[in-house]
């Protein structure tokens, strides 16, 4: 599962800290995986999962700051030295944290078919917990329009990928004191893609040209005008180029035009845009898949490059304490 590090201009903890919550993201989803695997094969599903009175959750309890117990013994610790020092520790204000002790719950079916069937209960609902994830902070949570959780783009990205690939999707980056929106911009370990979909109906024929418009053709329906996709993605990729060089990254930078269900057709496409359509397209998505290279200091200093530059609106909201009464 991709791991989503910045959709639209909603708070993300790997703003905070894009150096420590990826692998631990990684990890904490294989230590629930081998956990539920084994539960499985131990004929223990119902004994794990399924107790009475008590919505048992994934990742419980797991949190990367400091809890209130760990926060008051290190404040303790620091009282109890010199005069000096106690002056100086009293006038640290250390703000009590709001813990989300269950993020996300994880219901499984006691009996499931076959191991398959339990993986992919398994990866449904962590899409769930991705997009909370990756929409919040220990203090601050996104309130993320329900639409994203139902988008198959956004779907598919998360969960057909490797855990080490991130995900920007329609991240707004605040340039010049202007926002600009853009499309998808996925880092893997060796390189990053920035991608635009080009889709319509199935096996829809664009045809491709300098203009400002393409035309999109079917044999159900009138041929219509689409925008170029080249606008997007060139203006995307001239941003990431922007960025890393400004941040001296260096990662190879690959633009993309996709369209998974119907074909692309312009000869004289630029040598440094790919167009990938549903005759190209399997190809190159098996060959990302088996991208098994484990993350790099490139990639998340190149992740760090553009979630410095994104937009941030969301801030602490009522609703989070409502969650938090109704998850607790």
């Given amino acids: 599962m991709a791991q ?41 599903l119902e004994q794990l999962y399924s107790q009475p009175d008590e919505e048992q959750t994934l990742f419980k309890g797991t949190t990367t700051e400091e809890e209130p117990k760990g926060l ?26 709001v813990i ?3 993020v996300f719950s994880l219901r499984v079916p006691a009996n499931p078919a076959n191991l398959d069937e339990l993986k992919q209960n398994f990866l449904n609902q962590l899409l769930r917990f991705q997009m909370k994830w990756g929409s919040s902070t220990l203090r601050e949570r996104s309130y993320v329009d329900q639409s994203f959780f139902l988008e198959e783009k956004l779907r598919f990205f998360l969960q057909r990928f490797p855990d080490t690939f991130l995900v920007l999707y329609k991240p707004i980056f605040l340039l010049k004191n202007a926002p600009i929106e853009v499309d998808v911009i996925l880092l893997t370990p060796v390189d990053v893609w920035c991608i635009t979909f080009l889709e319509a109906e199935e096996d829809a024929a664009f045809i491709g040209s300098s203009d400002r ?16 996709p080249f606008l997007a ?3 995307m990729g001239s941003i990431v180029s922007q960025l890393f060089e400004l941040y001296e990254v260096n990662l190879p930078i690959k633009k993309v035009v996709l369209s998974r269900n119907g074909y692309m057709d312009y000869p004289e496409t630029p040598y440094d845009i790919d167009l990938l359509d549903k005759r190209t397209f399997p190809e190159w998505f098996d060959r990302m898949r088996s991208i098994s290279s484990p993350l790099k200091a490139q990639q998340l200093k190149g992740a760090q490059a553009l979630l410095d530059y994104c937009q941030t609106t969301s801030s602490l909201r009522p609703e989070w304490d409502a969650d938090q009464q109704q998850e607790s």
Avoid: M, T
């Fill in 4 to 44: 989503l590090i910045k959709i639209q201009d909603y708070i993300s903890r790997y703003e905070q800290d894009i150096y420590r919550y990826p692998s631990q993201f990684a990890k904490l989803k294989k230590q629930q995986w081998d956990k539920l695997q084994a539960a499985y094969h131990a004929g223990e």
């Fill in 100 to 102: 989300n002790h269950n």
């Fill in 233 to 235: 993605v060139n203006r």
């Fill in 72 to 97: 008051f013994h290190k404040v303790k610790g620091l009282f109890q030295r010199s005069d000096g020092q106690e002056k100086e520790a009293e006038e640290i204000h250390i703000p009590n944290p």
């Fill in 213 to 228: 418009f393409w035309l999109r053709r079917h044999h159900k329906y009138p041929d219509k005008k689409v925008l170029n």
